[in-house]
């Protein structure tokens, strides 16, 4: 079964925002300032990758 480009991008945008989640659950548990540091930052790129992606599918952006 071929999946629609709007299929991909809800699954990409899952995937995306899990990965908020993770990073910042992973910062929480870590004690190196630098690591949670980066963990902080990574999550917040991802962040931004979701609301591009949430933006396409609301705005119909996809073809």
């Not at 929480?28 to 990758?49: C, H, I, T």
Request: proline letters at 3%; aromatic letters at 12%.
């Amino acid at each position: 079964m071929k999946l629609k480009p709007e299929d991909y991008l809800k699954k990409a945008l899952l995937d995306t925002q899990e990965k908020v989640r993770d990073f910042m659950d992973f910062s929480y548990e870590v004690d190196n300032p630098e690591v949670r540091d980066f963990l902080r930052e990574s999550a917040k790129m991802e962040g931004v990758q979701a609301e591009k992606i949430k933006s396409y599918l609301e705005n119909g952006k996809i073809y």
